[in-house]
Structures are given as structure tokens and as C-alpha cells.
């Protein structure tokens, strides 16, 4: 059978399946246990019945049974009344009145009580308890035997398993009512949150309190609303990426047309410049407004190690030691293109910088990655440091580059939550400290 598709129709149709088959087990084994307690207390009084014949029995001079006085029960004198008893076999037995002159036939009695089923005089089923008894002045044991129509019985139990099936239907009526409130009832913040989607969907402004929601679902509305952050972030982040580009656009595209207007021997030099210039805006904010990779994880340490191979050969004629200092594992909760271009433009800006040394650590605080570049080169002062975050800022016009890496690293750094921020290294020159999510392990 498919399962149905419909996270309420599983939990009703398991929760109704598990109460039936319930419901069917416990009806049965009460039936079961009343049939067996019924036949125990039937049992007992037929064995009451033959103590009381046996304390009525004598054996007389010739050794014959005989009894003191019948038993008045009127159970025992009417006629067929599906009561009987009887002592010894064959012509000579004593019988109740109950059974006329009809002789009831069962397996020969051992002193032990017998317990089993006889056909009665009319031919219906009987219940019926035997046992050989030896009475003082007889020469062997003689078999004492008392019956009792079953049909009572089985009508009683049949009444109780009507009634036990009748109870057990409702029992099991109302606790699928019950299972269909909870399922409702359970599953009502499920749609709370899917018609909240909906109006995020439409463009409605949401947000989600875990507070207010069950503890199962609490963690899912935090990372929705997690997703949402990161998802308006990259909105404003490539929103504020078009103004930049459109803005950063304007002045060489109005220098070239100012230029056009007026030719002269410096108009291929002008246009190279300014063509060299929107190149460069072009190539950052293409850069800077990659979508943030979410949900994706990359090891650091691979990173590191492929960046110094190219940074290494591309300055090759100085002799630059790299310091690592990674824990394993070590991976960031983003997209290997977005690591490549953050530690790209901070190793790149190292070396550049460095005397003779890098070095490259991490420390990892809860879910957080604090990524940390130094190197032992002249390093900038706090001012300095402000200042070449924004985008195209140079403090070296000799020194090659656009100004833009920093710019590129911090919008990246943001994009993620995080942050750039350069300080003092420990060993002279400047850090370079990346806040990034870490990657669960």
C-alpha cells in the first residue's frame, strides 16, 4: 500500500490502524479471560456437587451405594432441567430425577477429578466433572460424576464478548476522536508557518518567534529566519553593488564622451585609461556580488595551501616563509569560490607587503571562524587602516593593484555576517582578521 502524502493522513491512518489493532487484541483476550473464568467457576461448583454426593453416600450390608437422602435442589428434580448426577455405571447407578431414565456415558473416572465435555440426554453438549471414589465398605472405588448444560455458559460468554466488543468500539471511536484533535491540534503550528511563508512569499515583511512555537519546530523557524538574513543580505548587498556600479560608471563614461567631443593626440591614452578604469569597476563588484554559497562547507586548509602554490611562484623572486596554523578539520560554511577570493586578496596583499614572513591561524568560538593573516611588513596606522577598507583606496600609487581587494574581502566578509578588520600583528606588521560562520563538524 502507498503511503499517503499528507504528513495528518499518516499520523491518523497509523494512530487508526495501532487503535483498531488494539481495540481487536484487547476484546479478544477479554473474551478469552472471562470464557476461562466462567468455566473455573463452573468447574467449582460441579465440584461442590460431588462432595456433596460424596457426603451423602453410604455403602450398605451388601456393599452397594447408596444415598442417605437425594439431593431437594430443583435443578436436580426436574426433568431434563440440563442438571444432572450420577453414581456408579450401568443398570445399577444411582441417577438424578433430572435425568429420567437416560444413563450419561463418559471415560472411566480415576481418583483424580476429570473435567471434559459429555453429550447430555437430548442430545446437547454438557460440562461435566467425574472422579472415582472409594466409600467405606466397598470392595472398589466408585465413580461419582455430575453435568451441567454448557449452553448457559456459552451464552454468557457470548454476551460478554458483544458487550466487550461494543465497549472496545467506542473506547476505540473515541480515541481516534482524540488522535484527530491532537494530529490537528499538533500540526496547527506547521501551518501557522506555512501561511507566514506564504505572505513572505507575497512580499508581506515577516519574521518568525521560536519562542512562540513548539520546541520541535523552534529550530526550524531560527533557520528560516537565518536563511531570510542571509537572503536579504545578498538582496542589499547586489542592490548596493548595481549604485556602486552605476555610480562608479558615471565618471568615466562622461570623461570618454567629454573626450569624444573633443579629439586630440591624448584621446587613445584618455580612452585606454578610462577603459582600464571601468574594467576595474566592472571586475569588482562582478566579484563582489557572487551569491553567498549557504549550506555549503569548505575545508581551509586545502585553500591555503593551493593559494601560497600561485602566490608563491608569483614571488618567486623573494624569499617569503608562510606560517600555518589550521585545525583539523577546519571548513568554513560557504562556497570555495567566495574562501579563494578572501584569502586570495589577503595573502596577495601580504605578500606584497612582508619583509620575509606570513603567517595564517584560525580560532574557532561556537559556530564562528576568527581568520587571521599577518605578516611582518610596515602595516598602517590606525587611520591608515580605516581608510583603505573603502573601495579603490591606495596608500601606494607605485605599488601594483586596483586599491579594490579590501574593498572586495570586506563586501564578501559582510555577505556572510561577518566581518574584515586589520590590526597590529604580533610579529611587526599587519593583521588582517576575517570573521566567517564555521562549518559544523
Known sequence: MRAPRSLRARLLLAGALGAIAGGVLAATLLGAAFERSAERALDRRLADDIALLAGLAYADPQGRVRLRREPVEERFTRV???????IGDGAAALRSRSLWDVALSVPEPTAQPVTGQ???PRGQPLRFRAQALRLPGTAAATPFLVAADAAPLRAEVGDFRLLAGLAVAALIAT?????????????????????RLA???????????PAALPAEIAPLAEQINALLDAHARQVARAREAAQDLAHGLKTPLAVLAAAVERPGPDLPAEVAAQVARLRGHIEHHLASSRPVGIGTRTELRPVVDALWAVLRRAHAGRSLMLDVDLPQPCAFAGAREDLEELLGNLLDNACKWARTRIAVSVQRSGGRLRLCIDDDGPGLTEAQAGAVLARGIRLDETAPGSGLGLAIVHRIALGYGGSLALEPAPIGGLRAVLDLPAAPD
Do not use: A, H, N
Request: proline share 5%; net charge positive.
Open 118 to 120: 459429555v453429550t447430555g
Open 199 to 209: 505572505r513572505l512569499r507575497r512580499g508581506e515583511p515577516e519574521r518568525f518567534e
Open 80 to 86: 431434563f432441567s440440563g442438571w444432572y448426577w450420577q
Open 175 to 195: 480515541m481516534l476522536l482524540i488522535l484527530f484533535t491532537q494530529v490537528v491540534w499538533g500540526l496547527r503550528p506547521l501551518r501557522e508557518l506555512q501561511q
